[in-house]
């Protein structure tokens, strides 16, 4: 017990009881300023007490809690996209009700399901128990599920449908995984609540029935990466960014596959921990390179901006998983230095996308050209947004891509030229769609933007900064973080 | 560990797995919903049986939910949603029942096969029911790919879910959170299929899922 704890203003809590007390009173109260305020109110609020816990002694870990170096990076990364977007969300709904797509009833109900998404997240990575952490991850499912249907367009509702069956398919893959891993322990940890908590079961896992954990991992892989978008799974994971408002496509990209990864994350640390399992990282490497093959190639086929975005996060979340799949402190910290980059920047671009569509009232890509002259501040955003993403120089994208290429060419060179293959195709790509909607023969609406440049241009300043700059205590943090991923 | 209770447990167990057979083979919605109650009888007696062997009380909890709210509550109201919706005839099949069959049988081997290796340290009890849990798992997944009318595809969910409460109850002192937060996901999922189906009804007239597929933001 510190001092902290005992005045009752445990961070841990305020990360967690902020957004639950917000939606609750999201959800009462009505007129959407103010709402909409309260709204980045509480999201900043989160972020602070995510921040505070950088600072702070950390509790010992619990029955169902646990900070440790592995979350912490996935907690403040996620309270901080939350309120950046939150910001975004606050400008981008405005204009929504401008337009009568959403009616003060449903923007309620949107900023309520906004802060449970929002809590649900943060219990799925600060929880130590692996039943509440699935339950955590259900919950922002569900959440996202509703979101992405809110508009009740034909099209919306059967994205909300695809990803809901899809998502709970997933889901049930994934407790199946749980309960195998719990029958797995417990000879060794006991009946009973341990066998559950995850610190436990890393202490313990030496001892655990080996085939029974491989068989475990296999379902969590299947369940968890669906989540994440995996390429034979991912059918749900376009849909639900269209026809979603976009500041939900951009928490989707940016946090909630961060989730589902981090939920593997901790079962790799599991398996690692019995000498006797099977290296899941052929299995991650095997999905993740399909995955960045598989939608570099779609990406040249997409007609819809939001799409194409989607998309573009089915690939780097393969980059991600191969990363995390070849394993060693350096493709580690490639790893988590690219989840990092990637969600700042592919929220920034959704954050561009977002005000690019209300304008054009479009999403269509062949309706949206020259972009950069008749709206110059975001035009140019978009272009430096995808510059980053598609791993340009001086961005922190490239900086991640390259540590885990030349990495990767030190161990496994075919792989590494797999890897190339993928993100030059991806590049393609994008360059390709870039040069039509930044620079072509402008079309559409030319109304003045009403839009909040802030949040997006301060995502891409923060990976202009890690490309250029990597703070040492940020490298010493990100590296002894690699080492716990083993 | 090999007397009545364990004959007991395994034939109900068996059972579950044989309504999920059944469960592939209806062609009309009202014979769909009657089976998919008695599916949530067999686990109701599963789960009841498992507490009662286990000597865990908490696990009657359980037993007492999948009995009042699988059992009764959800058939009743998505009878009544059915007949609203005037779909009550028929349930198009996408493959041959013959060959759901096939694949279903392929499936529980394939579960029986899989589970019974990995878990040969594991005792009796909890093998045999890891198995028939994951044979559940499979059918019920395999009864969504086949069926395309929305109110099928709940149904098939929560026979899945069936699967997989049947498993947490077969390992032995899973905490009760668990067992909890399962039942109550499945009220969540059930409240969200409703808005999906009572949003779908309103934009379509219709559930039939594949009339989803006309409207791909793509095409336009």
Same mark, same amino acid.
């Given at each position: ?10 961070? /841990? ?6 957004p639950?007390?917000a ?19 509480a ?8 921040v ?6 950390r509790?010992?870990?619990g029955?169902?809690?646990l ?25 981008y ?8 797509k959403?009616?003060?009833?449903y923007?309620?109900?949107y ?11 943060n ?7 692996i ?17 992405v ?8 509702l ?24 719990y029958?797995?322990?417990?000879p060794?940890v ?36 669906t ?10 994971l376009p ?15 940016g ?8 939920a ?17 990282? +052929? ?10 093959l ?52 592919k ?7 977002g005000h ?17 002259e008749?709206h110059p ?21 490239f ?12 161990r ?18 994008? +360059?390709?769609?870039?040069?039509g ?15 909040s ?9 923060? /990976? ?23 | ?5 364990f004959?007991?447990s ?36 599963a ?6 062997i ?21 058939p ?27 694949a ?10 899989l ?66 937060s399962?039942?109550?996901?499945v ?18 007239d ?14 336009s």
């Amino acid at each position: 017990m510190t001092p902290v704890t005992l005045l009752g203003l445990d961070p /841990v809590a305020g990360v967690l009881l902020i957004p639950v007390c917000a939606a609750v009173v999201l959800a009462l109260l009505p007129g959407y300023r103010l709402t909409a305020r309260l709204n980045v109110l509480a999201s900043l609020g989160s972020f602070l007490c995510a921040v505070s816990l950088l600072i702070l002694p950390r509790p010992a870990p619990g029955a169902y809690l646990l900070v440790d170096d592995l979350n912490i990076v996935f907690i403040v990364l996620n309270t901080f996209v939350g309120f950046t977007t939150s910001l975004f969300s606050a400008s981008y709904i405005a204009h929504e009700l401008e337009t009568g797509k959403l009616t003060p009833a449903y923007l309620r109900f949107y900023h309520a399901m906004y802060q449970t998404m929002m809590f649900g997240m943060n219990l799925a990575f600060v929880s130590n128990n692996i039943g509440l952490m699935w339950v955590a991850v259900e919950l922002a499912t569900l959440t996202t599920v509703l979101m992405v249907g809110i508009y009740r367009t034909p099209a919306a509702l059967e994205a909300a449908w695809k990803y809901f069956i899809l998502g709970s398919v997933g889901i049930a893959f994934a407790l199946f995984g749980t309960i195998l891993v719990y029958v797995a322990a417990r000879p060794v940890v006991g009946e009973g609540a341990g066998g559950m908590i995850w610190t436990e079961l890393v202490a313990k896992a030496g001892g655990f029935d080996a085939p029974l954990l491989n068989v475990a991992f296999v379902f969590l892989f299947l369940g968890y990466g669906t989540k994440v978008g995996l390429a034979p799974l991912h059918a749900w994971l376009p849909d639900a960014h269209a026809e979603g408002p976009t500041p939900i496509s951009a928490v989707l990209s940016g946090l909630l596959l961060n989730v589902a990864l981090f939920a593997l994350l901790r079962f790799k640390v599991l398996l690692a921990a019995n000498a006797d399992a099977i290296a899941p990282g +052929t299995l991650m490497i095997v999905l993740g390179l399909l995955s960045l093959l598989f939608a570099g190639f779609m990406l040249y086929r997409r007609r819809d901006i939001k799409r194409l975005f989607a998309y573009s996060s089915i690939e780097h979340m393969g980059i991600i998983v191969v990363a995390f799949g070849i394993g060693g402190p350096l493709a580690n910290f490639a790893g988590l230095l690219h989840m990092v980059m990637h969600s700042l920047t592919k929220s920034a671009i959704f954050f561009a996308v977002g005000h690019i569509t209300q304008i054009k009232g479009t999403q269509s890509l062949a309706k949206i050209r020259g972009l950069t002259e008749t709206h110059p501040v975001l035009g140019w955003g978009l272009v430096a947004g995808v510059a980053a993403i598609a791993g340009l120089p001086p961005f922190g994208v490239f900086t991640s891509e390259f540590l885990l290429i030349t990495s990767t060419f030190a161990r496994e060179p075919w792989l590494a030229l797999l890897l190339v293959f993928g993100v030059l195709v991806a590049f393609g790509a994008l +360059t390709l769609r870039l040069t039509g909607i930044a620079f072509g023969r402008p079309r559409g609406s030319r109304a003045p933007a009403q839009a909040s440049y802030v949040p997006m241009f301060a995502h891409l300043t923060l /990976v202009l900064i890690a490309g250029v700059y990597l703070p040492p205590p940020l490298v010493a943090w990100f590296q002894h973080v690699a080492k716990l991923l083993g | 560990m090999h007397g009545l209770a364990f004959d007991i447990s395994h034939s109900l167990a068996g059972g579950l797995v044989l309504v999920s057979f059944m469960m592939l083979y209806q062609d009309r919605l009202t014979s769909l919903l009657n089976v998919f109650a008695l599916h949530a009888l067999m686990l109701a007696a599963a789960v009841a049986w498992q507490a009662f062997i286990q000597d865990a009380p908490h696990l009657y909890v359980t037993a007492a939910i999948a009995l009042i709210f699988k059992a009764i509550i959800i058939p009743v109201a998505l009878r009544r949603i059915v007949y609203k919706l005037g779909i009550h005839r028929e349930v198009e099949t996408v493959v041959g029942i013959g060959m759901t069959m096939l694949a279903g049988m392929g499936l529980v081997a394939l579960s029986l096969a899989l589970m019974l290796r990995v878990t040969a340290d594991a005792d009796a009890l909890a093998r045999e029911d890891l198995a028939f849990a994951l044979s559940v798992v499979l059918l019920g997944l395999l009864f969504m790919v086949t069926r395309r009318n929305a109110v099928s595809q709940v149904v098939g969910f929560m026979s899945l879910e069936n699967g997989l409460i049947l498993a947490a109850a077969g390992a032995k002192g899973m905490p009760l959170v668990v067992e909890i937060s399962v039942a109550f996901s499945v009220l969540i999922a059930f409240i969200v299929i409703g808005i999906v189906l009572f949003r779908i009804r309103e934009r379509f007239d219709s559930v039939d899922v594949s009339q989803l597929d006309v409207s791909r933001g793509e095409r336009s």
